[in-house]
C-alpha cells in the first residue's frame, strides 16, 4: 500500500512539474523581433560598413577578420551553370580589392554584403558545449564572452562563415546588430554609414518600420535556404545559385 | 525487513526530489543570470557613431539640404566619420573635412569600378588637378 503511494506521489510530481515550471518561469514578451535587409542592387562596394563596423566594434582592422564583410562576385555566365566560372573578391579589412580594375575578370559583377544571419534555428547556438552563444528575447544571436573558451565549433558549424576567433581576446566574436546601439534606438554602425541604403535595419513587429514595409512589397530571399536555419538577414535581387 | 524498505523508498525520494529541484531551480536561473549580465556587458558598449538624429539638433539648415539633395540617402557620418567626440567638445576639429582630402573620399564611392552602378569618374578624364568640392557641393 505504501508503495502504491510512494508512485503515486511520484506520478503525479512528475506530472506537475513542467506546470509548476511553466507558472514561475513565465516570460516578459517583448514586441520587438529585428530583422536586416540587404539591398544587392545597391550596393557600390564603397567598404564604409566594413570600416565603420570594425571601429565601433573593436574588431582589429588590419586583419582579415570582420562581423561584416563584402563579397564581389565576378561571374563568365556559361550553360551548363557547371562550366560557369566564378572569381569571389572580399573586402574584409580597411583596404578595398574593388576599386582595382584587375580583380574583376569577367563581365557580370555584383557585390554581396554579408553578416550574421542571426538564424532563429542557429547551429552555432546547438554546437556551443558551454552555453555561451544564445538567444534574446529580441532574436539576436550573442557570445557571452566571459563563459566562451574558444573552441571554435561554432566556427565551424556557421554555413555562413560569420563567426571567428577574436586573436587578441581568445574568444569567439561575430555581428551582435550593434546591440548596444539598437537597444537606445540608434541604427547598427553598418547601417548608419551606407551611402546608398543597402543595407536596412528595423522591428518586424513595427508595421511603421522600414523593413516590414520592404519585406512586405518586394521579393526577398536568404541565404542557403538548404541549411534550415530560418536567417533574419533578408537579401533582395540575389541570384542565390551564383553565391557561395 | 518493512524498515529496510521505506528507508530505501525514503531515500529514492530523496535523490529525486534534489535532482529535480537542482533541473527546476539551481540550473536554469544560473545559466539566465550569466546571459543577463552578458545582455548588460554588451549594452553598456561605448557609441563610436553618434546617428543622424543627433547631427540634425544643431546642423538643421545642412541637413534639409542634405535631404533635398542628390545625396539625401548618405548620412553624415557615412562622410564625416566618427561624431562621438565632436557631440561631446562640439568642436570643428574632429568632423572636419579638409579640401585635399575630397579627391580620396569621394571617389571611395564615385570611381568607376565594374560593379559600380551610380554616377562615377574615371579620375585621369575628369577635371584632373581640381578638388571635386571646387565644382560640386557635397551637401546637394
Known amino acids: ?244 | 525487513m518493512k524498515k529496510a524498505v521505506i528507508f530505501g523508498l525514503a531515500f529514492a525520494a530523496i535523490v529525486y526530489i534534489a535532482l529535480l529541484s537542482y533541473v527546476l531551480i539551481i540550473s536554469m536561473p544560473s545559466k539566465e543570470e550569466s546571459k543577463e549580465k552578458w545582455i548588460e556587458t554588451e549594452k553598456e558598449k561605448e557609441i563610436s557613431f553618434a546617428g543622424m538624429d543627433v547631427c540634425r539638433e544643431c546642423h538643421f539648415e545642412t541637413y534639409k539640404v542634405l535631404m533635398s539633395g542628390n545625396h539625401s540617402t548618405v548620412s553624415c557620418e557615412a562622410c564625416h566619420w566618427v561624431g562621438k567626440e565632436h557631440v561631446i567638445k562640439k568642436d570643428a576639429e574632429s568632423v572636419k573635412i579638409k579640401r585635399n582630402e575630397s579627391w580620396d573620399l569621394c571617389l571611395k564611392c564615385h570611381l568607376k569600378t565594374p560593379a559600380n552602378k551610380i554616377k562615377t569618374i574615371i579620375p585621369s578624364e575628369h577635371a584632373k588637378g581640381l578638388y571635386c568640392v571646387v565644382c560640386h557641393e557635397p551637401h546637394k
Not at chain 1, 560557369?84 to 563581365?107: E, G, H
Open chain 1, 1 to 244: 500500500m505504501k508503495r502504491r503511494d510512494f508512485i503515486k506521489l511520484i506520478a503525479t510530481l512528475t506530472i506537475s512539474a513542467p506546470i509548476v515550471k511553466a507558472l514561475t518561469t513565465q516570460e516578459q514578451e517583448t514586441d520587438k523581433s529585428y530583422a536586416f535587409v540587404v539591398d544587392v542592387n545597391k550596393c557600390i562596394g564603397c567598404g564604409n560598413c566594413v570600416i565603420a563596423c570594425k571601429v565601433e566594434n573593436d574588431v582589429p582592422m588590419d586583419l582579415p577578420i570582420a562581423r561584416t564583410w563584402v563579397e564581389g562576385y565576378s561571374i563568365d555566365e556559361n550553360v551548363p551553370l557547371s562550366k560557369t566560372k566564378v572569381q569571389k573578391i572580399v573586402m574584409n579589412t580597411a583596404k578595398n580589392p574593388f576599386l582595382d580594375k584587375k580583380n574583376w575578370r569577367y563581365s557580370k559583377n555584383f557585390l554581396v554584403p554579408k553578416l550574421c544571419n542571426h538564424c532563429a534555428n542557429a547551429p552555432c547556438v546547438n554546437v556551443c558545449p558551454v552555453y555561451a552563444r544564445f538567444h534574446t528575447k529580441e532574436g539576436v544571436v550573442l557570445v557571452d564572452k566571459n563563459t566562451c573558451i574558444g573552441c571554435k565549433y561554432c566556427i565551424v558549424a556557421c554555413p555562413y562563415g560569420a563567426t571567428f576567433l577574436n586573436p587578441e581576446e581568445k574568444v569567439t566574436d561575430k555581428c551582435t546588430f550593434c546591440f548596444h546601439r539598437i537597444t537606445k534606438g540608434l541604427k547598427p554602425a553598418c547601417v548608419e554609414v551606407c551611402p546608398t541604403g543597402a543595407r536596412s535595419f528595423g522591428d518586424l513587429n513595427d508595421k511603421e518600420s522600414i523593413v516590414y514595409k520592404i519585406l512586405k512589397e518586394k521579393e526577398f530571399s536568404v541565404l542557403k535556404p538548404e541549411e534550415g536555419t530560418l536567417p533574419r538577414v533578408f537579401y533582395l535581387g540575389l541570384e542565390e545559385y551564383l553565391v557561395e
